[in-house]
């Protein structure tokens, strides 16, 4: 082993080009100072602190040997991981001749297990790998998925399935059958054997595991789902498929008999004999998200429906839907009961539609990328130089102008990514695994869309064919300004693009909403208020418009001084996967509806009675647009009745 390399100086960096270059720093400089590596501002620093403080930063390229060059390379996402494992394993392998010694000398064996330092611990939370899952190999055989138990296995769930999440519906006078839906963390239940999945998000599919379903039945199907949460169920959990029916969207389907049997689970059906039927429709919600429309026929051959929504967001093509046509205002038939997702119950939540918000980000990006005059009045003209710019000799090759983070759940929210990319030309889109179990990308492809798995790259930098790179990341990356810049930073992506511009988008950023717990929630948080007439009409007049300029126009991060302003950007988009009150307004209102039964803020009884007070105000609009109530004053009446569907 040669001598050890004295640690190098900022200062001597410095040298590597003559002093008139204008990508030299000048740490002396009192303007907003940055650090090169980390982007931490240093002009509260003295001169001799900010030397320190790049030192430090700089600590593993100056030891490149040591350290197998941790941060030197292209940034391919499994470079820098097997340069990680490898300064480990040097690490393990000096413990063990010392721990020999030790051994040795004094007849004891210290067990120490190697560890990362702090400041390596801090760069491998952020580093992208390729999301390769690693083999557990066990002493014992595993059981096979075809080796079904002979008697139902023990649940240790104490806590019973809450009336909110049991469906109840009529056979005969004083005879009933009843279905569960997101129902999955509570323990067995004595009459139900069918269990309703509107989505694959936790807080729905909660309490699932590999051996639920042995829990509760032997031989049947027990799980009703779309095929692409099937497939994810089988994914993420290892279900066997044999315990899951799949339902398809918008086809009709006898799950359940009251008189014959019918095949194991369910079947398509377009028979009006007594049973239980479902027909799935498309949630708008996250991939594989449906609503159920169940319709009961009785022995006595009455029908009686009811539609349980989980999560969703309205739009025409749902509303107008052939199996929800029957049901709209003025039509014969009526539901009896809508379980409603009730999310944003606040007129203030009132943000333009999904398409609005896409078109706009493919606007932005569109014309950042053809149009100097306004990349340079939104981002400037020039890029801060680092200092690791100088540590190669060579020419390094032009940079990307943008890396664009979308910010997403599990699943949900890639509609965004891929309205960016049908606009810009096919570029690729990156699936970070951070903060994952090494599974996001095949839980991508798991949806089967042609074009997001034709788009789907395993490189992190794309290639010289676009301009523009879109990584999927963790909601939590674009939800602060140094989350971000450690994700770009510590994957020295700074050598590959000029700016990086993260989008974070929830309907909670209508009301630009900051709170950190909604950037670590899986799904949007619910808010209910107290909600006048006045106000709800003037929602239900309203067509909330959005561009790109409504994005740009956003304000700058002013006391935040750890990201360069120009080269870091956050955009809070209204972009929700959940009803808008207006949405809810007209859903309600335009529907023949018995009751309506809110799923979410339902913890209190405040937000119980505040929901209760909106529900009846817009049954009450729904009296007064079927002129069967007009005791409001002239001007109002007249607005809830001339409002159409074609206002929606």
Not at 169 to 196: M, N
Not at 255 to 272: M, R
Not at 344 to 353: D, E, L, T, V
Request: hydrophobic share 35%.
């Amino acid at each position: 082993m040669g001598p050890k390399k004295k640690q190098k100086s900022i200062l001597d960096f410095s040298f590597l080009r003559p002093l008139s270059d204008q990508g030299v720093v000048d740490l002396t400089d009192q303007s907003d100072i940055l650090c090169p590596v980390c982007s931490i501002a240093m002009d509260q620093m003295d001169y001799n602190s900010r030397i320190r403080h790049v030192e430090d930063c700089l600590s593993m390229l100056t030891i490149k040997e040591e350290s197998q060059e941790l941060f030197v390379g292209a940034g391919t996402s499994d470079t820098v991981e097997t340069r990680v494992e490898s300064s480990v394993v040097k690490m393990e392998n000096v413990e063990n001749k010392l721990e020999g010694k030790l051994e040795s000398s004094t007849g004891r064996k210290r067990k120490r297990k190697p560890e990362l330092a702090a400041v390596q611990k801090e760069v491998v939370k952020y580093i992208n790998s390729k999301g390769e899952k690693k083999v557990r190999v066990k002493s014992q055989p595993e059981t096979t998925e075809d080796d079904q138990p002979t008697e139902l296995l023990p649940s240790s769930r104490k806590t019973p399935i809450p009336p909110l999440k049991i469906l109840t519906f009529r056979v005969t006078e004083g005879t009933e059958y009843e279905v569960s839906v997101d129902a999955f963390c509570y323990k067995p239940h004595e009459l139900i054997s069918q269990y309703f999945l509107s989505h694959f998000h936790s807080d729905h599919y909660g309490g699932i595991t590999k051996r639920w379903c042995s829990e509760r039945t032997l031989d049947s199907k027990i799980i009703y789902c779309s095929p692409i949460t099937s497939r994810l169920l089988t994914l993420r959990f290892k279900v066997n498929p044999a315990f899951i029916y799949e339902i398809a969207a918008d086809t009709r389907h006898l799950v359940h008999s009251y008189t014959d049997d019918i095949p194991q689970g369910g079947c398509l059906s377009a028979s009006n004999t007594p049973g239980l039927y479902v027909t799935a429709i498309d949630a708008n919600h996250c991939p594989g998200a449906i609503i159920f429309l169940f319709e009961s026929v009785a022995l006595d051959g009455l029908s009686t429906y009811i539609l349980h929504c989980g999560d969703f967001r309205i739009n025409k093509a749902m509303i107008n839907h052939p199996a929800l046509q029957p049901f709209h205002q003025g039509k014969l038939k009526f539901l009896e009961k809508v379980y409603l997702d009730t999310t944003y119950m606040s007129p203030k939540y009132n943000f333009p539609k999904q398409e609005l918000v896409c078109e706009a980000v493919a606007d932005m990006f569109e014309k950042l990328l053809t149009q100097d005059e306004l990349f340079n009045q939104w981002f400037g003209t020039s890029i801060q130089s680092r200092i690791t710019d100088f540590l190669s000799f060579s020419k390094s090759a032009k940079k990307k102008k943008f890396l664009v983070l979308v910010g997403t759940y599990l699943i949900g929210k890639e509609r965004l990514a891929m309205a960016i990319l049908k606009r810009l030309g096919r570029c690729p889109i990156f699936v970070s695994n951070i903060n994952s179990r090494g599974d996001k990308t095949d839980i991508i492809r798991a949806f089967d869309d042609p074009y997001l798995n034709d788009v789907i790259s395993s490189e992190d930098i794309g290639d010289d064919a676009c301009d523009i790179m879109v990584h999927l990341v963790p909601m939590k990356i674009v939800g602060t300004a140094q989350e971000m810049t450690n994700y770009f930073n510590h994957n020295q992506y700074f050598r590959h693009f000029e700016r990086c511009v993260g989008l974070r988008p929830t309907g909670w950023s209508f009301d630009g909403a900051t709170n950190e717990q909604i950037v670590d929630a899986e799904d949007e948080l619910p808010m209910v208020e107290d909600v006048s007439m006045l106000s709800t009409i003037n929602v239900l007049r309203s067509h909330p418009e959005y561009s790109y300029m409504d994005i740009l126009r956003q304000n700058r991060p002013k006391a935040d001084r750890k990201m360069d302003r120009n080269t870091f950007k956050i955009y809070l988009l209204p972009y929700s996967e959940h009803l808008s009150f207006r949405e809810l307004s007209f859903f309600v209102i335009f529907l023949n509806i018995g009751e309506v039964v809110p799923t979410v803020n339902t913890e209190n009884a405040w937000s119980n009675n505040q929901m209760r007070e909106i529900i009846n105000m817009w049954e009450y609009f729904r009296l007064v647009k079927t002129k069967r109530e007009s005791s409001l004053p002239e001007g109002l009446n007249n607005v809830i009745y001339e409002l159409s569907l074609d206002d929606f």
